[in-house]
């Protein structure tokens, strides 16, 4: 009944991952209070370990790639932290979308934030655009690959559990 929960929990957590919520946590939370739970150690501590600092490098992607690429983009720094910091609040505040609005409003934040910061350094609107649609790419990628390294951790937790 354990393990049934548990894959219960990382399958919920994995669907929150896609809404921008803190999925990753809980899936680790979750891996640690099985192994608290049941007894003789069946995750081990090796992938508690690893499982955390995965979840903590998607964490620090998702930061910094909106970032990245906006200077990719040819922004300024000021830009990439426009955009780091405009994915951040579009985050909290989301969009009045029912379930998906604090992704759309992290997207849209990382490209206003960009675009803000350019416009405010002196850029061309052309070239601010071109910077904000960099961040918005950014954004977009580093969204799927937290995705992807949830469900790298649900699976490795789930097989852990197992054996």
């Not at 501590?45 to 983009?73: D, P, Q």
């Not at 934030?113 to 790419?137: H, M, N, P, Q, Y």
Request: with cysteine; glycine share 16%; net charge positive.
């Amino acid at each position: 009944m354990p393990l049934l929960i548990l894959a219960c929990v990382i399958i919920a957590s994995l669907i929150l991952i896609v809404l921008g919520l803190p999925g990753l946590w809980i899936m680790v939370a979750s891996a640690v209070t099985y192994n608290l739970v049941v007894p003789g150690d069946p995750i081990g501590w090796f992938t508690l370990v690893a499982v955390g600092v995965l979840a903590l490098v998607a964490e620090l992607l998702e930061l910094s790639l909106a970032g990245r690429y906006a200077r990719k983009y040819g922004g300024s720094r000021r830009a990439g932290w426009g955009a780091i910091l405009g994915g951040i609040v579009g985050a909290m505040v989301g969009v009045p979308v029912p379930i998906i609005g604090p992704v759309i409003g992290a997207f849209v934040g990382s490209f206003l934030g960009a675009l803000i910061a350019e416009f405010t350094g002196g850029s061309s609107a052309s070239d601010a655009t071109r910077v904000a649609k960099g961040a918005l790419i950014g954004r977009v990628i580093s969204t799927a690959l937290k995705i992807g390294i949830g469900f790298t951790i649900g699976v490795w937790i789930f097989i852990a559990a197992m054996g």
